[in-house]
């Protein structure tokens, strides 16, 4: 059982990375680092988030964080806007190259679980899912 789950996991890792770097060369995303697609991927679950909420979701320092969101914005993924009500306060937002990629990743994990429920029986599917949200709720607590 251990072996075959290193290797579901091994397996899974490599190829969602084949998928992310071949959707990311046909869009312009191959020079983005693994933590800046980290960062995309957190501003667009979060909504235009403040640095602090931002450092939070990314389990980072809010310095960090700083850092690497002007390196976004010089690259022309992210915006950062001051808060008119609290002048300490910056959001960041996605741009359209910013939302293209977000779009991109999305796809394509659409398809991979597609293509993961098209091996599978309705039966399998619905196992599968069980056992899955399970995992994700012992991460997300742990």
């Not at 191959?30 to 501003?43: C, E, F, M, P």
């Not at 808060?83 to 779009?103: H, I, M, Q, T, Y």
């Not at 599968?128 to 991460?139: G, P």
């Amino acid at each position: 059982m251990e072996k075959i789950l290193l290797e579901f996991i091994n397996t899974l890792d490599l190829s969602l990375k084949q998928q992310q770097k071949e959707a990311g060369s046909t869009l312009g995303f191959s020079k983005l680092t693994v933590h800046q697609l980290q960062y995309l991927d957190a501003i667009n679950d979060l909504e235009n988030p403040t640095i602090t909420e931002l450092a939070k979701k990314l389990h980072i320092t809010k310095a960090s964080v700083t850092v690497g969101v002007n390196k976004l914005i010089k690259m022309g993924f992210v915006s950062k806007t001051q808060s008119k009500a609290d002048k300490r306060v910056f959001r960041v937002s996605l741009k359209e190259s910013g939302r293209r990629f977000a779009a991109a990743k999305n796809q394509a994990l659409q398809d991979y679980g597609k293509f993961i429920r098209s091996v599978l029986s309705k039966e399998e599917a619905k196992q599968f899912e069980s056992i899955l949200t399970k995992l994700v709720d012992l991460f997300q607590t742990s």
